[in-house]
């Protein structure tokens, strides 16, 4: 079961020091994982095998979210049984919410961010005007390591909410504000609430000025990709799928920002059978749309690897 109120993947605390086994799934197990597939259309069928295109998730390190962090795995069966976010007739918008500034040449563009989750999750995506972080409602604080403004994440929720409009599916708020949840954490990258359908995020830690060092000329390629990535994998979960154990995919869940760039933009087969039986769209259409916004922001490993899933389930039969 999904909690309420989750923190997303990205949690950091500083009192996160315990490591925990963890056993990688077994072939047998992933096969389970995605389920049957004998009767679906063939170009989704096709899709949803599990071929060399998807690596194996490797044994954690140490201080690798999956070594301190046991997760069991959301098989699909699993998905398909639980009470699951889903588009409808009446709320089937996604809504993405700046907070704060957002500088030109140090942030991501946010018409970009919305053509990426628009050929991602093959909805319709809305960027709102931005809301100022000088309103009375919103706490902040120093943290005391970086000495940098953060805002409790509490109040941001509580604002989506009471203005969540009537057709959205969810609402996101995404922020170069750094973010904690609670006085007790160090930091949190993004929180949500799945019930309510919001939650917000922050692009903050993956600028490397936050960190003191030096942006270099690629810096806003590299930012809008991490952004891109952070984008889906937590409006993912707004459609509810929880954190991927079974290959490497931008579901798996993060602790550090290292393993976050490790992780890939795809889904693997288990979460693309869950997000296309959540939202119905045509798997080829999909590749297809997200073929033209890779190549469009020269994201080349992403579109050799869609232009080349796109080939081998669109093929004739034989």
């Known amino acids: 079961m999904i909690k309420t109120l989750i923190p997303f993947i990205f949690l950091f605390s500083i009192f996160m020091t315990e490591t925990m086994a963890f056993e990688p799934p077994t072939k047998a197990q992933i096969l389970s994982a995605i389920g049957s597939t004998e009767e679906l259309p063939l170009q989704l069928k096709r899709a949803l095998e599990p071929s060399t295109d998807f690596e194996p ?17 959301q098989t699909f069966e699993d998905f398909y049984r639980a009470r699951r976010n889903t588009p409808d007739d009446r709320r089937n918008l996604i809504y993405i919410q700046p907070l704060g500034q957002f500088a030109v040449h140090h942030s991501p563009a946010l018409d970009l961010l919305r053509d990426c989750a628009t050929a991602y999750f093959m909805v319709n995506v809305t ?3 931005v809301l100022s972080i000088r309103r009375a409602d919103i706490t902040s604080r120093i943290n005391p ?42 930091f ?25 060092e030096p942006r270099d000329k690629n810096y806003r390629k590299l930012l809008l990709y991490r952004s891109c990535k952070v984008l889906v ?20 869940g993060s602790n550090h920002l290292q393993e976050s760039d490790s992780r890939p933009l795809f889904l693997c087969p288990v979460c693309l059978r869950k997000l296309q039986s959540g939202i119905g769209f045509d798997v080829a259409d999909r590749y297809r ?24 389930i669109t093929q004739k039969n034989d």
């Open 233 to 252: 994998h937590e409006t993912a979960h707004m459609f509810s799928l929880t954190h991927c154990i079974y290959f490497r995919c931008v579901m798996n």
């Open 145 to 186: 390591y970086t000495g940098k403004k953060q805002i409790l994440t509490a109040y941001i929720l509580r604002m989506l909410r009471q203005d969540l409009p009537a057709d959205a599916f969810c609402v996101l708020s995404v922020t170069m504000e750094d973010l904690y949840p609670n006085p007790a954490w160090n």
């Open 127 to 129: 960027v709102l005007p």
């Open 289 to 312: 749309r997200l073929l033209d916004f890779y190549r469009k922001m020269q994201f080349n490993k992403e579109a050799d690897w869609v232009s080349a899933r796109l080939k081998w």
């Open 57 to 73: 998730i490797p044994i954690p390190a140490p201080g690798d979210w999956l070594a301190v962090h046991p997760e069991s795995g």
């Open 188 to 212: 949190v990258f993004g929180q949500a609430s799945l019930r309510h359908r919001v939650g917000v995020f922050s692009f903050a830690r993956y600028d490397s000025a936050f960190y003191g």
